[in-house]
Structures are given as C-alpha cells and as structure tokens.
C-alpha cells in the first residue's frame, strides 16, 4: 500500500523513538530504484527516509486522537 501526503499512518522501526506511534505523512519522494520513501511528521518531531514496508495505515480511531 503507498501512502499521500496528509495520510496519517503508524510507524514500525524498532530503532525509532517513534516506533507505535501515529504520524502525518508530510512528503513523498521516489528513489533512485523507484520505491517511495516518506518524511512523516510527529507531535515530537519528525522521521525521514522512512520505507513504505516501515508504515501502516492508522485506524480512524487512531487518527481521530491525533
């Protein structure tokens, strides 16, 4: 599944502090090899260069409270 900017998504990445947490996404950018990365944006910050694999949609309910 890609993601938009504006989507609100759930992070994955165990090295994150982020990591559970829900985001915005705020940019899309193509590699070189054609796979979207995303900048997503958080109440404490921000991660860049996250892979699509990393992202999940959130839950409405999830969304809601953000």
């Known amino acids: 599944m890609s993601f938009e900017k504006d989507d609100k998504v759930v992070l994955h990445d165990k ?3 982020f ?9 899309v950018i193509e590699s070189m090899f054609g796979e979207p990365t995303y ?3 958080f109440d404490e910050g921000q991660e860049v260069g996250i ?3 990393q992202l999940e949609a959130a839950d409405a ?6």
């Open 51 to 53: 892979a699509q694999d």
């Open 15 to 17: 090295h994150s502090e």
């Open 39 to 41: 900048t997503i944006s």
């Open 19 to 27: 990591d559970g947490e829900t985001g915005t996404v705020t940019q």
């Open 61 to 66: 309910d999830e969304a809601d409270e953000e």
